[in-house]
């Protein structure tokens, strides 16, 4: 048995020898042979020639021959280095003629410029055509920029001539020279004086020498800020502006509309003259026929920056911007900067839209943006759009609340952290103050708040030490309308919000009265009146005085003598909402012995003849309470007329001041009843500011709304 194994390895041995001797005679041929014997008869430096430097080797007498070695797999250090010589050997020979190429343009240019002020046509047009193909290479473009003499002269025959084939030539040698964002060319082109030249260009029959002229004077405008006021001063704004009805190439239009964004942006000049030129028209036009991603871009970045001015903000509105602002919204093809463009716009108009139709698909798409979206700036821009958009709009406010907007805008209040509370709260407290008022469904909305843990949300909100007032002042109006509900009485005064409500009201009050002792007329802090903050509080603090067990709380507060001195301030808004607190409160007697401890009834008398019809209807209602606590009395000297104890109005009606089914008719002119649009100064991030365009002024019952131009 081992004599067989041992013949089978001998066997295998053999097979696998002469397995080898045909491969090594496959790959030794003859030819490698001699290749091998000449490489070792060469010396290390010849070697080394041969593979670094190969075309070298005829210069040394030597034949160049197959460097490559016999085994494929494995290569020589000398063999390695190869590769990355030759790479530095092409570079510096690529420098060295590019120094050669700048240097011949240099001493050539003196030259040039002759020829570009020669008389004969054809050796200016000649010179034009060397000019452009020196300007196409990067050593001899440099040259050229370099010479602000060379840059004069292409000016001035701009300037100085018509002829076509010349203006087609020197404004490519000039696009050419700005391009790659040569800053230095830009610069000496700005100040030879190229900005009207190119504005001339733009009035070309030729379509491309209007494209190399915008595309140089979009250059400029981005790297030499001096350059806007030329261009506006030289008439390019409307120039622009009227080039894009006129042409439909899209990278165009893209480059007009991105010089007219940066002309217009903190320039309220310029955005008047975009819009008496018809810009916002081609604007709409343009967002509604492309589908080009840059052009929609450039084209709703200026469409921004236009809707901080009232005059574009108008015209914008009434073509349709809203509807197509919302279509780019519910485009899936679009990028997140155009939808974040598209929102920033969409809230800077909202506020000149709340009459619009229509409207429906965009309510529900920025409810969804609330409910999916986890981009802060995307959440704050969706709650500040719906906040004006459910702005005394019926139709607006039911769909609201029909596609889930409260249960949505409360989650969202409540995932809001600290440092984002006032950029998305005050705007969602706007937007849940106007669904809970004054359209068909709003008690719907009212519990709805309720139904969906909203109340909790709220109430911690109106601390006044983490609270701004603009904050503070939007929850104390929709505390005030979930009081219109019977069912929210108790809730709220389970979670404190009467004392919270006095506290505020006093710290208006204590305001109001050190700007008086500076002879101030009106304490403003944070953009809100105090006497606001003291018509809401009371005007809430009225709605919950409906239910007694809120009243004995506001009685336990001492709130009664802060109350009648309201009386006595000169606005009306607050005379009202607290004669008719009063009128709630007298409905239980304790309270109607404090009023009469205050002795008022000479104050209320004289508010018997008052203009405001629910300023006379209260201060009768609280006479009567009175008169009837004290029967009998000789001092009430108009006891026995009981017209004038009503001010005209039917004193058998007064029985029923107080009751919920009467209130609503003598209680419809609270300033917060009439809602209020938001302003759009809650900003994310605070981007770029643009100068401030002031809505309304502010003034006792009217909001501030100011707009601002903000951009990425």
């Given at each position: ?274 819009q008496t030129s018809g810009g916002p028209r081609e604007l709409i036009r343009i967002m509604r026929s492309s589908n080009y991603q840059k052009l929609i871009w450039t084209c709703v970045r200026l469409m921004k920056v236009l809707s901080v001015c009232p005059e574009n903000k108008r015209v914008l509105v009434e073509n349709g911007a809203m509807q197509v602002l919302n279509a ?33 698909s965009l309510i529900k798409k920025l409810i969804e943006i609330l409910s999916s979206s986890g981009d802060i700036n995307f959440t704050t821009c969706a709650a500040g759009i719906l906040s004006n958009l459910t702005c005394n709009n019926d139709l607006n406010k039911m769909k609201f609340v029909e596609y889930n907007g409260i249960e949505i805008m409360l989650r969202t209040m ?236 039917d004193h058998h009606r007064m029985n029923n001041i107080g009751s919920n089914d009467q209130y609503m008719a003598y209680n419809t002119i609270d300033p917060y009843e009439l809602e209020m649009q938001h302003p759009s100064n809650f900003n994310g991030n605070s981007q770029l500011i643009d100068i401030p365009m002031t809505n309304q002024q502010h003034h006792h019952g009217q ?10």
């Amino acid at each position: 048995m081992e004599t067989m194994k041992y013949k089978e390895t001998i066997h295998k041995s053999e097979m696998i020898y002469s397995e080898d001797i045909g491969q090594f005679d496959f790959v030794h041929n003859q030819q490698n042979i001699d290749d091998i014997n000449m490489q070792l008869n060469q010396t290390r430096s010849q070697r080394i020639r041969a593979a670094m430097f190969p075309e070298s080797l005829e210069d040394y007498g030597f034949i160049q021959q197959n460097s490559n070695p016999p085994n494929m797999g494995r290569l020589s250090a000398v063999q390695r280095l190869a590769q990355p010589t030759q790479q530095l050997k092409s570079a510096i020979i690529n420098l060295i003629n590019y120094q050669e190429d700048a240097d011949v343009t240099i001493r050539a240019i003196p030259e040039l410029i002759k020829l570009l002020n020669d008389e004969d046509r054809i050796v200016v047009a000649k010179t034009l055509k060397l000019i452009d193909q020196l300007s196409s290479k990067d050593a001899s473009r440099m040259a050229l920029t370099s010479s602000q003499a060379l840059i004069n002269s292409l000016i001035n025959l701009i300037l100085n001539t018509n002829d076509v084939d010349f203006h087609n030539a020197a404004a490519k040698i000039l696009a050419n020279l700005s391009s790659s964002n040569n800053k230095a060319a830009l610069y000496v082109i700005f100040k030879s004086g190229g900005i009207p030249a190119l504005i001339k260009l733009l009035s070309s029959p030729v379509e491309s020498v209007v494209f190399y002229a915008a595309t140089t004077l979009h250059n400029i405008l981005m790297y030499e800020p001096a350059s806007k006021a030329q261009v506006h001063h030289y008439n390019g704004t409307r120039k622009m502006v009227e080039l894009l009805s006129q042409n439909n190439n899209q990278k165009f239009l893209a480059i007009l509309l991105d010089s007219l964004h940066i002309l217009a942006f903190n320039n309220s000049e310029v955005k008047l003259v975009i819009q008496t030129s018809g810009g916002p028209r081609e604007l709409i036009r343009i967002m509604r026929s492309s589908n080009y991603q840059k052009l929609i871009w450039t084209c709703v970045r200026l469409m921004k920056v236009l809707s901080v001015c009232p005059e574009n903000k108008r015209v914008l509105v009434e073509n349709g911007a809203m509807q197509v602002l919302n279509a780019h919204l519910l485009n899936v093809n679009n990028d997140d900067r155009i939808v974040y463009n598209c929102l920033l716009t969409l809230r800077n108009l909202s506020d000149c839209a709340i009459r619009e139709d229509n409207l429906e698909s965009l309510i529900k798409k920025l409810i969804e943006i609330l409910s999916s979206s986890g981009d802060i700036n995307f959440t704050t821009c969706a709650a500040g759009i719906l906040s004006n958009l459910t702005c005394n709009n019926d139709l607006n406010k039911m769909k609201f609340v029909e596609y889930n907007g409260i249960e949505i805008m409360l989650r969202t209040m409540l995932q809001a952290g600290n440092e984002n509370k006032e950029d998305i709260c005050e705007p969602a407290v706007c937007s849940l103050r106007h669904v809970t008022n004054r359209h068909p469904q709003a008690q719907v909305a009212q519990e709805a708040v309720r139904f969906y843990y909203g109340l909790p949300v709220i109430a911690p909100l109106l601390q006044s030490d983490q609270s701004r007032w603009p904050l503070l002042k939007a929850t104390i109006g929709l505390i005030r309308n979930l009081a219109l509900s019977d069912n929210n009485l108790s809730p709220l005064r389970e979670l404190g919000i009467i004392p919270r409500l006095v506290q505020l009201l006093i710290k208006a009050i204590n305001s109001h009265q050190q700007a008086q002792q500076q002879g101030i007329e009106s304490a403003i802090i944070d953009d809100v009146p105090m006497e606001e903050i003291i018509e809401g509080t009371v005007g809430a603090l009225h709605q919950l005085a409906r239910d007694p067990h809120n009243g004995i709380v506001i009685r336990e507060l001492k709130c009664i003598p802060v109350l009648v001195q309201l009386l006595f301030m000169p606005w009306e808004g607050i005379q009202r909402v607290a004669c008719g607190c009063l009128t709630e409160l007298a409905n239980d007697r304790i309270n109607i012995e404090l009023i009469d401890n205050e002795r008022i009834t000479d104050r209320l008398t004289e508010m018997l003849r008052s203009k405001d019809q629910a300023i006379s209807t209260y201060a009768a209602a609280v006479l009567l309470r009175l008169s009837e606590n004290r029967p009998g009395n000789d001092n009430f000297a108009m006891n026995n007329d009981p017209n004038v104890i009503y001010g005209g109005v039917d004193h058998h009606r007064m029985n029923n001041i107080g009751s919920n089914d009467q209130y609503m008719a003598y209680n419809t002119i609270d300033p917060y009843e009439l809602e209020m649009q938001h302003p759009s100064n809650f900003n994310g991030n605070s981007q770029l500011i643009d100068i401030p365009m002031t809505n309304q002024q502010h003034h006792h019952g009217q909001s501030s709304a100011q707009w601002f131009d903000t951009d990425l």
